[in-house]
């Protein structure tokens, strides 16, 4: 059994910060990568931002520059650093992570349960 829990969410002015977090736990062999994704009023979960096993980063276009993502390896834990929040990053955001529970086990996505980001102008 895994589990995935955020915490950091919260109600922030516009050009404010927000450190959210997301660790996993149960009786994990290895994680490919984690990621955070969110999903705003009436649209769809995309993604925001993705740290692989190797430290690699990826971000969404509306983010670059202003979110920066990390890991502990060691907490199986990973950050999300949000700086300069505008209104339009409001929503839920979830953390999922690629987890393989065992070697002879295929990876399986988890997910967490999301955690409320809003953002006032």
């Known amino acids: 059994q895994v589990q995935l829990v955020e915490s950091g969410g919260g109600l922030v002015q516009a050009g404010g910060s927000l450190r959210l977090s997301c660790a996993a736990s149960g009786s994990i062999f290895s994680i490919n990568d984690m990621g955070w994704y969110r999903q705003a009023p009436g649209k769809q979960r995309d993604s925001v931002a993705v740290?692989?096993?190797?430290?690699?980063?990826n971000y969404a276009d509306s983010v670059k520059g202003r979110f920066t993502i990390s890991k502990d390896n060691a907490k199986n834990t990973v950050y999300l650093q949000m700086n300069s929040l505008k209104p339009e990053d409001t929503g839920i955001y979830y953390c999922k992570a690629r987890i393989r529970l065992s070697p002879s086990i295929t990876v399986r996505e988890y997910w967490g349960q999301g955690t409320q980001v809003t953002v006032s102008s």
């Open positions: 740290i692989t096993s190797g430290g690699t980063t």
